[in-house]
């Protein structure tokens, strides 16, 4: 199967994207952070995989998926797009990276959780093919509730 065509390039992140990783975190995202050292082991895991959307002039965006063994749902921990680059697919075309590698894993579904308050987040879901299959009541660190999504992924080719 072809890997998803995109303008935007998508390639899975390494060591020297460390630092780029944390300040997307702490500017995306309030609580719930990832660490360095979680990163690390997540670049090195392998039932992890980290894709950066990058340019010429650094990070535009990050996602995490998590695999388990022995199951045929992949889960996506996290997304988050740079602020300056936001609105132009960046989030869009590091979904269809994460789809793929989940179909060459095997994986049948795709699934998340959101904050209930996140609309720009539930927008990009419910318009990539998501649905709403549940909640978390208090999830986050912070005590907010999550909606839980999932996704059915195409059999791979
Ligand atoms: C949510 C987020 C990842 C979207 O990234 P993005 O690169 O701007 O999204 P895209 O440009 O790929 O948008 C794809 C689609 O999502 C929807 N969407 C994205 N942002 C939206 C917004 N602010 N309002 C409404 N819809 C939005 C639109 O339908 C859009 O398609 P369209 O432009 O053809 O209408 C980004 O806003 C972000 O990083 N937010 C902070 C971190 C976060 O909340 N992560 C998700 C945690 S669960």
Redo the contacts with the bound molecule.
């Keep these: 199967m072809p890997a998803p065509h995109t303008d935007i390039p998508i390639r899975p992140a390494v060591d020297a994207d460390l630092d780029g990783l944390l300040a997307l975190e702490r500017a995306?995202?309030t609580s719930d952070h990832l660490s360095r050292r979680q990163y690390r082991q997540h670049l090195r895991s392998a039932t992890a995989d980290v894709f950066a959307a990058a340019d010429a002039g650094g990070l535009l965006?990050k996602a995490v998926v998590f695999y388990r063994a022995g199951s045929d749902i992949a889960r996506l921990y996290?997304?988050?797009?740079a602020e300056h680059?936001?609105?132009?697919?960046?989030?869009?075309a590091l979904l269809a990276a994460v789809e793929h590698a989940a179909r060459r894993r095997n994986c049948a579904r795709l699934r998340?959780e959101?904050?209930t308050d996140?609309?720009?987040?539930i927008?990009?879901y419910e318009?990539l093919g998501f649905h709403r299959f549940g909640g978390k009541r208090r999830f986050y660190e912070d005590g907010a509730d999550a909606w839980r999504y999932e996704k059915h992924l195409p059999a791979a080719a």
């Design positions: 995306a995202f965006g996290s997304i988050a797009v680059a936001r609105g132009r697919g960046v989030a869009k998340l959101v904050r996140n609309h720009a987040a927008a990009l318009r």
